[in-house]
């Protein structure tokens, strides 16, 4: 019988629900029976064998509801194979400095799973999706827009996970 897989994602801005929805499909491409949902429509982890779990980050962590997600369903979590992906705009390269610096982002949730994959994919940055306040700061830090999703890395990593 096909594995049920949940893939379900915090998003502010939208690129990481598109990042969800690109792993979803690719997964369901692989046979397996695919729910993408927004973290907050989320009741239950029933019935499903594996959980993709995916956040953007905001000030250098997971966004707050989906840090509360993974705390209200620990057990459930650690019961099933669990994989992680984070969509960020920086530390995004592939040397040690980057590597350690996008692994801190994860650091309220790692504790909390036994083991899950971690996959880091570089976001996109559009002004004209922020809030008022995310404008703000995104100026502030002298943020530059850009879509740097690289679909090919995401399509790579779905192809593999849970396999
Ligand atoms: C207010 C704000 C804070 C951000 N903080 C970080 C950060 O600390 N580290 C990082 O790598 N990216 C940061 N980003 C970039 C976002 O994670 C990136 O744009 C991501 O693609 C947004 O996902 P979303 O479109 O699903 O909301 C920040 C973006 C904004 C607007």
New binding site residues.
Partial sequence: MSKRVLVTYA???????EVAAEIGSNLSQRGFIVDVKPVKEVSSLEGYQAVVLGS?????NWLPEMTAFVKANQQALNAVPVALFT?????TGEDETSRTA?RT?LQAIRPLLHHAEEAYFA???DFS??SFL?RI??KMVK?VEADRRDWDAVRAWAEMVFA
């Fill in positions: 998003t502010r801005a939208g690129s990481t629900a953007a980050v905001r000030m250098g969509v960020h705009m920086l530390n996008r982002y976001g996109r940055m999706r922020l995310d700061i995104a943020a």
